[in-house]
Each structure stands twice: as C-alpha cells, then as structure tokens.
C-alpha cells in the first residue's frame, strides 16, 4: 500500500513533456448509495498500453464507462489532450476519437463482417471503399478478417476482431478494451497483445481492464490500481510481481478483517464433490476439469475466483439444474445426486441461492408467496394434497420479513417491485428458514447495500453454527474473509485445494485467482 | 419540443388489467366505424346491426351461446399454452381434426341406437385433437422446432383431410354429389329444449371453471405460470418445460377437438368440407382478451360470438362484406395487445431534453 503512494507521487511529478490522451482529475460517480468511483485521477500517455487493475466490483467498467460517455460523472474533470471536455455520449467519444470494445459483442449474427462493419459507420461511404479501407486495416495490423464470412460462423476472437476493427476505422487515439482476453484462448490473446503493440507504437493510447496479473506484467506500461473505487495505485507493471501487484488489488488489510473463532468441531460431510468434470455448455461457457472438495456440517466453505471461471458451471451441477456425468460426482447427505434433478437435491437437505436474484432465484413478476413456492412446493408445508396452500405461503412471507427485516410496500408484493438487497434477503431467508442441511449461494450479497449484507452474512454464520453446511461461491474477498472458514480459489474450471482461511494470505489469494500459481513459486 | 415516453411502473396496475380490454373494445369500436365509413355505410347503423340487432332478438341470444361453446372451451385451452409460453397457432386444425374424429365416431355408431355413441363422439373428438396438437409439442421438445409454424401449418393438413374425406370415402351416396356426408343421428343432448344449445356449452362453462382453479390453486397451474414467466426461475423450482409442453398442447388440443366434435355432431349433424367460420383463430383472440384467465375468456367468448352473430346480420342487412368480421376481429386482437402495454407501462409526455436520454 504505502509503496503504492509514493509511486503515485513519483507519476505526478513534472518531467513527462508528453500531453497526456486523457486526463481525468477527481471523477466522482454514485449509485444511490454506493460510491462506485471516488475521486479517481487518471491519466493515458499517447503510445502506452496502460492498464486498469482491479477486482470485479472496483469501479473499473464505471471508470471507462464515464470515459466513453456512457455515464456522466457526479462531479471531477476529464480532459482531452489538454482541453477540458464533457463527453455527454459515445457518439460524442467517437468524435472526439474514443473507441471501445466491450466485453460483450453487439454484432449481427446473421450479417456477414464487412455488414456489421458498415453499420457502425455513419453512411455516406460506399461498400466498395469501405471494403478496401477494412482490407487494409485488417492486413496493417494483423487482425485476419473475411469480409464475407457471416458472423455466427467466427470465433469468439474473431469476433472481438471485428469490433477493434470497427474502432480502428474511425482512428481512435484512445483505444478502451473491457476485459478483452476474458474470452480469448491464450493463442488468441498473444495475437491480441501483438495488435496492441503496434498501436501503441503508431502512438494511439490504449485503455485496457483487466484482472490477469500475468498480462499486466508483460504488455502493459503503466497499471492504475482499483480497489473499492478508490485509486489506490499507479505503477509500471513491468517492475513489479505478481504478488505485489495482487496485493494492491486486493489490500493487505483485508485478512485482518477476519474475525477468528473458536475451532468447530467437524460435522458429518454434507456436501462431496468428486471429480467433477463437465464439457463446455457453449461457446461462452467453462469447462470443469476434475473439481473435488468436500462441505462438512458447521462449516462455510467459500469459492473465490474471478467471475467466469466455472462458477456458474459448478453452481448448476450441485443445484442439479445440470445433471453430471457419472452420478458419484455429487453427493447430498452421503447419497449420490449426481443424476437428480433440484427438487429431489432439497429433499436431501439441500438448498440452494443463485447469483441473479431476478429471472433466477425468483420470478420477477410473481408475488413473494408465489416466489416461496418456487423453492418450497417439494418440501415445506406449503401443499396440502394437490391444491396450494396460500395461507402457508404468506406465513413464509411473514416470517422471512421479519427475520430478515425484508422492506417492502405491501404484504405480497411482485418480487421485481423490491429493492436489490431486500429481494435478496429474501431469496436468502427464504430458503435458510427451512434450515437446510447444505445451503449452496452464489454472491450472498453482489450489489446489495452494507445493511442487507451485514444480516445475510450474519445469517449464513448462524446457519453453519447451527450444523448445517455452507457452500458460498463468491468474488467479495472481504465477505470471505469475514465469514468463511476455509477457501478453495476455483481458475478456469480448475479448483485449488482448500486452505483454512487462517492460513491464506490476500497477497496468495490474488495469484491463485489469476492463475499465477506457477509464478508466484518462482517469486518466493 | 414534447416528446412520449414509456415509464415502467413499479408494479402493474390493477386498474389498467380491467380497463384495459375494455379500452380495446372501445378503440375497436372507433376503428370499425372508420372501416364502415370506408365502405360506404353509416357507421351507427352499421354498429347497430353488428352489436345491438343480435342481442334483442330471443333467437339470436340462443345463437351467441351457441357460437360462444367452442370459442370458450378453446381459449380456455389456449390460455394454458400462452400463459405457458407455448405458442398454439393451430387450435383451427386441432378443432378441425376433433370434428373428424367426432365425426367418425358418429359414423360407427350410426343407426346403431348405442347409447355409448356421444360418450364415444366426445372421447375420439378430444383424442383427434388432441393427437394434432403433440405434433408440434413433440417437435418442439425434441427438435427445437417453432411450435407457432408447425402448429399453424398441421390447420392446413387437418383442413385438406376433412376436404378429402367428405369428398371421398365419407360422401353420402344419396347427397346428390354433395361435398357432405351422412346426417348424424347419434343425438348430442340439448341443454335448452328447442334451441340448438348442446351439452358442449355446459361443459365448455366447466372447462372454464376448472381451468380456473387449476391455475389458482394447484402447483400444476403454478407451473405454467411461472414457465412462462421466467423459465430459468422454473428450471430452479425443478418444473420441467418439456413436460408441461406436452401437457399444455394435449390439454389446448383435447379441448379444441372437443369443440369440433360436439359442432360437428351438435350442431351441425353432418361433416361439411368447411366446419369452422376461424373459431380456432378467433380463439387466440379470445383467449387474449380474456386476459388468458378462463372466467376472462367467458366473457371473451361471448364478446366474439357477437362479432360472428352481427356480422352475419350486417351481411345480410346492409350486405357489409363478410370479411369485415375478421377484419374486426384482428382489429381487437391488435388493441388488446397493444392496450396491455398499459399494465407495466403508464405513459408520459415529457418536454424535450437530452438528459432524459439516458
């Protein structure tokens, strides 16, 4: 931390005669509550890769959102090569020579490249020129490109190729790429970097968000650190190492969060995991490759990783919304569940809280009661023979209202009219009140305000003190720290093996979340 | 500069889900007065004839039911397949397919006096339709196929086998080379003595009803809802969608077919190459402005077997072309449809200004 001041300072100081591309001084951005970026200063040199480090949730995507004109700061500067500018959208980014690739592509899949190439453009270009133009630009920089090819035919890298092609054909000086290698193969992602390269050498500025450590280290120039909205470093990636990069990202204070407690003794294995390995669902999905631990009552468990991952992957196969290969891969309660569907899974105790709150663990337009029946027509008193009974679904609404303290209007209201935190105590209270045996939650609290946080963290402590098992998959380091007993990271479908949370410094963490397991050896 | 926008509500509104069909009736209304304008009549009278002349008449109000029973039992049908995403286009061919099978049943059982032949009309004209439908329910569940273009273009199929059959193996020899075949006489009972209101439109009332407790009360409705309304929230409640597929188009096509055994054999006591005046698209409108609620589709039902029972009368009283019925009808479609935008959005004018953009 403290280095990471004073090489701040080191950067402010005079001496680079260089105008910078960009330039922003104390951008301030609030969402309701949640500070998303706090007095952040940032500044892109012409002819830099420079990148944007952080976790999910840093205020990375919010930094370069604003920068592209999607967001408008609640207060701070952005000036552009000198001159002071308000950037009131993209099409105004793109004027002043802003482009950006985001991390999810908007391409016609039924249109062919050169098409979705023309319909970014403003017209008045014919087909012909503008073939040649993105003959031409796809040849200086390497990024092969079939203008014919239709693009439901291409690769995700490909692609990613169109849209840098469509920003290079406006002549960005500032080029901004949202996580752009989250999705490449590691093939794709060195041809990617030699791209760069050559952009940045013709002097155009590059942008880039990322949580890779290992890619910092060799491409980048210059890295602005995130953390909780908060600038809280700027160095050359180059002098640094993997460790000392995480530990900027993450914070070393953060295990001292951790409140120890007394050592429960071990319940019974509630929840075991054998070598569970599953294909690729689709193009953007993760594969497993050979994910084994075990959950043993009193205890929480917590998988960290940086999102896709194979998170969603592992989630739905304990759920059972996917069934697995062999039926040993998951055991409920010491019996075999690998080919059970959910329901069957929380009449063996389980119960499970997915990430999305809205269209997943809850029907946005269905009332709260009907929502309590979703979870609960397989186990709790909610049928009685074939007809529901309301009476017994509203008193589950009563009851998590009051011991989650859930805000709302009416009794029943549609779960979508509640807040993101209340729907989420919610979603939470609803199935810890059945005191399940296994309780299997994704991101416990992502986008929920402290208060909502603070009592469903509390919930899942009290659950697990209580006996029962607590599985919760999550990229809130400061959650894990805070409540989980034992960590696994889970990277790219592979999962690490469980520490005690004791024993797991932040600096560690980061580099098993980015996959530098084999460099952080080299560095001790 | 004023420009409108769509502001979601918090929640949906109540007032707007009643008031909205009656809007699109409203609307409906001022659209066709246009339309009669346009074709050269006046418009009150024109109105006049299509929904005041049917319901004083004692005949006609017997007829509205009599149009009503198989508008009713087949929206009621079509509710569960579009309160459950499955989108039923073909209830036509379904309807088309259970007068065949009725139809036949009736064949068999001709002159032989068994009094097992209407139970028999009922059963063969449910199983016709209903076989029909789990075409595109199976397509759709195994290949992925759209059931809105399968199930619309089995209505086709279904209508060329009845024109064949009517015209070949099914043709009365005495019917002097008529496209018809043999006056049933398995007799469908009569609810109300002297009028042709069948047994279908009690059954077509409880269809109703019990359409309606099975979506309020039990976990089978439960599911249909929330399929519909967000399968990924299904999936983790452990409802199969693939099952409920199956059973939504068995039960739209069962109905459906029951519709066009009991028309067939009720009401019309003969197989015709045309069976139907488009009860089974009328239906979709029905089962929309019900607001897919089967006491909804009730008064839906009756709505639209005004349209049939006035436009017949326009016809013939101020020769206002047929086809100005479905014109109508696809006009109340449109308004539902559009009006219930109503519930989730309410409507605002707003002054001009770029930071509303956002």
Redesign the interface.
Known sequence: MAEAVDRQSEQGAPGRALLPVVAAAGLVKRFGLLTANDRIDLRVDPGEIHALLGENGAGKSTLVKMLYG?L?PDSGTIQWRGEPVVI??PAAARRLGIGMVFQHFSLFDSLTVAENVALALDGGESRAALARRLAKVSADYGLALEPDRYVHTLSVGERQRIEIVRCLLQDPRLLILDEPTAVLTPQEADQLFRTLGRLAREGRAILYITHRLDEVRRFCHRATILRHGKVVGVCDPRHETPATLARMMIGADVGSVHDRRADVAAGPVRLAVRDLTSAREDRHGVALRGVSFDVRGGEILAIAGVAGNGQAELFAHI???RASDRNDMVAISGLDAGDK????R?KLGAA?V?E?RL????????SLS?NA???G??ISRL?SG???D?AAALAVVDAVTQGFDVRKGRRD??AA?LSGGNLQKFVVGREILRDPALLVVSQPTWGVDAGAAAIIRQALVDLARRGSAVLMISQDLDEIFQIADRIAVIHDGRISACHPIAEMSSERLGLLMGGAEQVDAGAR | MLRIVLERRAEPSLVMSILSPLLAVCLTLAASAVLFLALGKDPLKAMHAYFVAPLIDPWSLQELIVKATPLVMIGVGLSFCYLSNNWNIGAEGQYVMGGIFGGWAALLFHQSGSPLGVPAVMAMGAAGGMLLALVPAVLKVRLGTNEILTSLMLVYIAELLLDYLVRGPWRDPRALNFPQSVTFDVGIPILVEGSRIHVGAALAVVAAIGGFLVLRGTLKGFEVRVLGQAPRAAAFAGFSPARTTLLVFALSGALAGLAGALEVVGTMNQLRPTISPGYGFAAIIVAFLGRLNPIGVIVAGLLLALSYLGGENAQIMMKIPLNATRVLQGLLLFFVLACDLLILYRIRIRPWSRAGQG
């Open positions: 999607l408008q009131d959208g759920s059972g919304e569907g959910i329901g069957e929380r499970f997915p999305e269209g997943h663990a809850a029907a946005p337009r269905l009907d029946i979703l979870t027509h397989g049928m074939w007809r529901i309301r209201p549609e009219s």
